[in-house]
């Protein structure tokens, strides 16, 4: 029964900036790290971003400089603040969490994502 809800997805001209969201619910008991990936038309998932409980970061390449993950812990709750967009980052983005439920089964789970157009 657990849950992880993207949002904040929509079309934008390039350079611009956008905010995206996931929240977890459910029967949490506790997250240790979260991330962001991203899956463009034809191409297979890739990895945006990831942090951890600590919020110990890690970036690829293409977003450093540009996109930054943050999380709000109390809220269950994981941000990806994107700067400078580029039509090359249009894709569909993913929720990913690695969480223990509160019958004490930790697993990985994935939202089911929110689309990002970026026009040229």
């Known amino acids: 029964q657990v849950q992880l809800v993207e949002s904040g997805g929509c079309l934008v001209q390039a350079g611009g900036s956008l905010r995206l969201s996931c929240t977890a619910s459910?029967?949490?008991?506790?997250?240790?790290?979260m991330g962001w990936y991203r899956q463009a038309p034809g191409k297979q998932r890739e990895l945006v971003a990831t942090?951890?409980?600590?919020?110990?970061?890690n970036y690829a390449d293409y977003t450093v400089g540009r996109f930054t993950i943050s999380r709000d812990n109390a809220k269950n709750t994981m941000y990806l603040q994107m700067n400078s967009l580029k039509p090359e980052d249009t894709a569909v983005y993913y929720c990913?969490?690695?969480?223990?439920?509160?019958?004490?089964?930790?697993?990985?789970?994935w939202g089911q994502g929110t689309k990002v157009t970026v026009s040229s």
């Open positions: 990913n969490a690695h969480l223990t439920t509160r019958a004490l089964v930790s697993q990985r789970y």
């Open positions: 459910g029967s949490i008991f506790s997250i240790n790290a």
């Open positions: 942090i951890t409980y600590g919020v110990i970061t």
